[in-house]
């Protein structure tokens, strides 16, 4: 997973009322990135620091002595399911544009880092691994026409094996002292960006430049694709052809810009950045060629994973609250309706979707709409995991 894993949004407002802002106060207690945060969430997740139960009522809009009564899940979502299981942990799952697969990362037993899956969601096959089997790895994602997948991986690290010894020394030392430490994403500087064949063959690398390139997505005709890169020095957004050619830079801030998508028409990109304040990330959009970026969200908290709705006007994101030193924060996920107005992209109200106890991260809808999936820790063993549950976008 990668920080997309870039930033963490926190738990704001509970109830269900639409806001029109969400004025969230966060102190992040940890260190947030990009598609790492992606990883970062999940990690975090395992390593129990989304556990908290804590909740509160700071959305604007929100109704006055409105009670934190029954769940709010009811409204949005249905039936639903885990769809991973036997992994120390798995997350940021995609859909096949048939909407029959996903592709996900995940942990295997006995090794440190995520892994590239893929896995039918009829149950009709076990998961079958991508990528290469060693390195890092995140950010997985289908071509439109389903037959091939992108995504990063760290394996060409030419110090490899003491890349993985460093990583097992140090799960083993915390096994025996007990101890959990925060996680944080590493840039790895050997990550490239991969195509392969579903069956993980066919295996053609598409960059090829000092330092991080990672938090890759395909455009919706599969001929470009957008991905983060710290090669000028910081992560930014570029966009290249599909076999790698072309590249071109789309963002040049100080600060981290990463998790990028494009729309389902191809004319706009979001994304997250901590550009206004370091490691507070916030949901942007911009158009592909670069112009009329706007900010969806301006807050102190930390916005992250944010997820295109395919056939309606919807972004998708999850948001925790960091307001109170004394209370975990808890990710939930929110969802904003937006309008295009003469060429700029125009920000609507607001819909909290999620309120449970465990966190719940890095959202994304299937080809039709009508199913949600994401990552969350709401498992029985207290595991990150992919659920999916049908969804119901709000009423006209």
């Known amino acids: 997973m990668a920080w997309g894993p870039t930033g963490y949004h926190t738990r704001p407002p509970s109830g269900n009322q639409a806001t029109g802002g969400l004025p969230w106060a966060v102190t992040p207690l940890l260190k947030f990135a990009t598609s790492p945060i992606r990883d970062l969430c ?50 940021e799952g995609y859909f096949s544009p048939d909407g029959q697969t996903i592709v996900f990362q995940a942990v295997p037993q006995g090794y ?33 026409e389903g037959r091939q997948v992108i995504f990063a991986s760290g394996h060409l690290d030419p110090q490899l094996a003491a890349t993985e010894g460093a990583a097992r020394r140090e799960a083993d030392e915390d096994r025996r002292h007990g101890r ?49 890169s710290d090669r000028d020095g910081d992560p930014d957004l570029y966009i290249m052809q599909a076999d790698g050619s072309g590249v071109r830079q789309l963002t040049n801030q100080p600060g981290y810009d990463g998790g990028p998508f494009f729309s389902p028409d191809g004319n706009w990109i979001v994304f997250r950045t901590d550009r206004q304040r370091k490691d507070h990330l916030q949901i942007h959009v911009i ?25 309606q006007p919807y972004i998708i994101w999850c948001g925790a609250d960091h307001t109170d030193p004394r209370a975990r924060p808890n990710y939930d996920l929110w969802l904003m309706q937006y309008h295009l107005q003469d060429g700029q992209l125009v920000k609507g109200p607001v819909w909290r979707i999620t309120d449970h106890p465990a966190a719940d991260v890095l959202p994304v809808f299937s080809p039709d709409g009508s199913q949600l999936m994401w990552t969350s820790n709401r498992t029985a063993d207290g595991t990150s995991q992919l659920w999916i549950a049908d969804f119901v976008l709000p009423a006209s």
């Not at 009709?124 to 995140?138: C, F, H, I, K, Y």
């Not at 060629?289 to 992250?304: F, K, R, S």
Request: with cysteine; glycine share 10%; hydrophobic share 35%.
């Open 42 to 91: 999940l990690d975090l997740l395992w390593c129990g620091l989304w556990c908290g139960t804590f909740c509160c009522g700071l959305a604007a809009g929100s109704a006055a002595g409105e009670e934190d009564e029954a769940s709010i899940e009811g409204r949005w979502l249905s039936s639903l399911r885990q769809v991973t299981s036997d992994f120390v942990k798995a997350g």
């Open 112 to 144: 440190p880092f995520y892994q590239i899956f893929t896995q039918p969601l009829d149950g009709t096959a076990p998961p079958r691994r991508l990528s290469t089997g060693r390195g890092r790895t995140t950010c997985a994602y289908f071509h439109p």
């Open 180 to 228: 959990r430490r925060r996680y944080q994403w590493v840039f790895d500087p050997h990550m490239e960006i991969f195509r392969s064949d579903l069956a993980g063959g066919d295996l053609v690398r598409l960059t090829d430049s000092p330092g991080y390139d990672a938090e890759c997505a395909f455009s919706p005709d599969g001929r470009q694709i957008v991905f983060c």
């Open 287 to 311: 158009r592909a060629d670069g112009q009329h970026e706007v900010a969806l969200t301006d807050n102190l908290g930390v916005n992250w994973a944010p997820y295109w709705h395919p056939r």
